[in-house]
C-alpha cells in the first residue's frame, strides 16, 4: 500500500507549529512536521509525496537554532531536486534571512523604502551613521525576526557610545548590518499586510506603543511588567486599501512567495515606506475576534493547503 499524502511543515520552532496543525487538522488534512532544528535526510532517498510548507523563521537563531536555516536550504534543494510541491520555497528562504535581499527586490518592484546603508564593521557603522539627520537612524541586524536588535538612536555620539560597550557579534549573526533612516510613523503606528495563496487577504494596524518587538503571534506576547514601554496594539481594518498592493502581490509572485506579511509604515507627509517581509507570517487572532468581518488568517492558510494537498492527491490519481 502506497504511503498517504500528507501536508509536510517544515519548521524550527514548535510553539508556532501547533496551533497550524491544529488548523490542518480542523479542514480533515493529514499533516506532519519536520522540526528542522535537527535532523538529516539521505541523499539517495526520494521524499515523501505531499506538500511541503516552509516556514523557517528569520528569528531561529534567537532560539538556539542558529544553523537551522542551512539545513532549511539544504532540505529545499533536495526536494526541488524531486519537482515536490512546495510553498515559499528556496527565494523565499533567502529573503526571509536577508534584509538586504528584501529591500533590493522590493525596490525592484516599485516599492519605497527607507534609505539604507548596509555595513560590515564598527568603523564602517559609525561611518555609516554620520550621514543621517536630527531625526537619528535606526540600527537593524541584516538577519533579523521579532524586531530584535533593532534599536533607534538619535545621533551618531550616542551610537559611538553604545558601540563602544558592544562586539559586533552580539549585534548580528552574520555580520551584516543595516543603517537605516528613521521616519517617524504617523501616530506610532505600522501596518502590517497578510497575504495568502499570493493575494492580498486583510491588514492590520499596529500600534507600535514606541518599540520594535511586533511580532503578531499569539505566542510572542511580551512580557506586560516591561517598564520601558507599552504593548503593541493590533487592529484589523475592515476595507483596507493602498494602490501598492498590486505591486505587492507582483513582488510576491516574482519571489515565489505565496505566505506572507509585508509591513510598511506612514510618514507624517503621507509617503508609505515598506520595510520587512515575513515569509513565516502568524496571526493575532485577538485582532481577528475582534473584528467584524470573519477573517481567519490560519484557518484560510489550511484552506489553502488543503487544496493543494488535493491537487497533488488527483495528479497521483491520474498517474
Given at each position: 500500500m502506497?504511503?498517504?499524502i500528507?501536508?509536510?511543515?517544515?519548521?524550527?520552532?514548535?510553539?508556532?507549529y501547533?496551533?497550524l496543525?491544529?488548523?490542518?487538522?480542523?479542514?480533515?488534512?493529514p499533516?506532519e512536521?519536520w522540526?528542522?532544528?535537527?535532523g538529516?535526510?539521505?541523499?539517495?532517498?526520494v521524499?515523501?509525496?505531499?506538500v511541503?510548507y516552509?516556514?523557517?523563521?528569520?528569528s531561529s537563531?534567537?532560539r538556539?537554532?542558529l544553523?537551522?536555516?542551512h539545513?532549511m536550504?539544504?532540505?529545499?534543494?533536495w526536494?526541488?531536486?524531486?519537482?515536490?510541491?512546495?510553498?515559499?520555497?528556496?527565494?523565499?528562504?533567502?529573503?526571509?534571512?536577508?534584509?538586504v535581499?528584501q529591500?533590493l527586490s522590493?525596490?525592484?518592484?516599485?516599492?519605497?523604502?527607507?534609505?539604507t546603508?548596509v555595513v560590515?564593521?564598527k568603523?564602517?557603522?559609525?561611518?555609516?551613521?554620520?550621514?543621517?539627520?536630527?531625526?537619528?537612524?535606526?540600527?537593524?541586524?541584516?538577519?533579523?525576526g521579532?524586531?530584535q536588535?533593532v534599536?533607534?538612536?538619535?545621533?551618531?555620539?550616542a551610537f559611538?557610545?553604545?558601540?563602544?560597550?558592544?562586539?559586533?557579534?552580539?549585534?548580528?549573526?552574520?555580520?551584516?548590518?543595516l543603517?537605516?533612516?528613521y521616519?517617524?510613523?504617523?501616530s506610532q503606528?505600522?501596518?502590517?499586510?497578510?497575504?495568502?495563496?499570493?493575494k492580498?487577504?486583510?491588514?492590520?494596524?499596529?500600534?507600535?506603543?514606541g518599540?520594535?518587538?511586533?511580532?503578531?503571534?499569539d505566542?510572542?506576547?511580551i512580557?506586560?511588567t516591561r517598564?520601558?514601554r507599552?504593548?503593541?496594539?493590533?487592529?484589523?481594518?475592515?476595507?483596507f486599501w493602498?494602490?501598492?498592493?498590486?505591486?505587492?502581490?507582483?513582488?510576491?509572485?516574482?519571489n515565489?512567495?505565496?505566505i506572507?506579511?509585508?509591513?510598511?509604515?506612514?510618514s507624517e507627509?503621507?509617503?508609505?515606506?515598506?520595510?520587512d517581509v515575513?515569509?513565516?507570517?502568524?496571526y493575532?487572532t485577538?485582532?481577528e475576534?475582534?473584528c467584524?468581518?470573519n477573517?481567519?488568517?490560519?484557518q484560510?492558510?489550511a484552506?489553502?493547503?488543503?487544496k493543494?494537498?488535493?491537487?497533488v492527491?488527483?495528479?497521483?490519481?491520474v498517474?
Open positions: 502506497s504511503e498517504a500528507r501536508v509536510y511543515v517544515l519548521h524550527e520552532n514548535e510553539e508556532w501547533k496551533p496543525q491544529a488548523a490542518l487538522a480542523a479542514a480533515g488534512v499533516n512536521e522540526n528542522l532544528a535537527q538529516q535526510f539521505s541523499l539517495d532517498q521524499p515523501p509525496l505531499g511541503f516552509s516556514k523557517m523563521s528569520a537563531y534567537t538556539g537554532h544553523h537551522a536555516k539545513f536550504a539544504a532540505t529545499l534543494e526536494l526541488s531536486a524531486h519537482e515536490r510541491r512546495v510553498i515559499n520555497g528556496k527565494r523565499a528562504l533567502e529573503l526571509e534571512v536577508s534584509k535581499a529591500h522590493l525596490q525592484t518592484h516599485g516599492l519605497r523604502t527607507p534609505g546603508v560590515h564593521g568603523k564602517a557603522a559609525l561611518e555609516a551613521g554620520r550621514r543621517f539627520g536630527t531625526a537619528g537612524f535606526i540600527m537593524k541586524p541584516n538577519q533579523g521579532k524586531g536588535g534599536q533607534h538612536f538619535p545621533s551618531s555620539e559611538e557610545e553604545f558601540l563602544a560597550s558592544v562586539s559586533m557579534d552580539e549585534l548580528t549573526v552574520d555580520g551584516l548590518l543603517i537605516q533612516a521616519i517617524p510613523p504617523k503606528r505600522i501596518i502590517r499586510m497578510e497575504f495568502i495563496e499570493g492580498f487577504y486583510y491588514a492590520v494596524q499596529v500600534n507600535t506603543g518599540g520594535f518587538e511586533l511580532c503578531p503571534a505566542a510572542c506576547e512580557d506586560p517598564p520601558d507599552t504593548l503593541p496594539n493590533f487592529t484589523l481594518l475592515e476595507d493602498i494602490p501598492e498592493i498590486e505591486k505587492c502581490e507582483t513582488f510576491l509572485e516574482a515565489q512567495i505565496e506572507a506579511g509585508m509591513e510598511f509604515l506612514e507627509a503621507g509617503d508609505r515606506y515598506f520595510y515575513n515569509t513565516n507570517t502568524n493575532n485577538k485582532a475576534q475582534e467584524s468581518s477573517y481567519e488568517g490560519l484560510q492558510v484552506r489553502f493547503l488543503k493543494e494537498w488535493e491537487a492527491q488527483r495528479m497521483q490519481t498517474v
